[in-house]
């Protein structure tokens, strides 16, 4: 069983920068995918981004503002957010799986969950 924990959100204006963390209780080098998606009110869990070993991958509406990284010596992953928009506020979501998939976009691919860390941006 893998335990991740998010840290990092908040609240912060239009424009503005945030790092969200991911915590893993275990070496991360035996989690092939970790990923992040986020879940606005009302709405369903989307994807965000996600990290492959080298390759990364982003939902079209993030990329060139966010970025993944991992740091499998301290087994977190990170993501980020820079150029923030009051639509991308949500709660941020930490997932990962052992499972060597090309699904990286769907909740389905990830066995393991954070319990989520608040992001509010505001215009």
């Known amino acids: 069983q893998v335990q991740l924990v998010e840290s990092g959100g908040g609240l912060v204006q239009a424009g503005d920068s945030l790092r969200l963390s991911c915590a893993a209780s275990?070496?991360?080098?035996?989690?092939?995918?970790m990923g992040w998606f986020r879940q606005a009110p009302g709405k369903e869990r989307e994807f965000v981004a996600a990290m492959a070993w080298s390759s990364t991958y982003y939902a079209d509406s993030v990329k060139g503002r966010f970025t993944i990284s991992r740091d499998y010596a301290k087994n977190t992953q990170a993501l980020q957010m820079n150029g923030l928009k009051p639509e991308d506020t949500a709660v941020y979501y930490c997932a990962a799986t052992h499972r060597v998939t090309s699904n990286y976009a769907l909740r389905l691919s990830y066995d393991y969950w954070g319990q989520g860390t608040q992001v509010t941006v505001s215009s």
């Open positions: 275990i070496r991360t080098f035996s989690i092939y995918t």
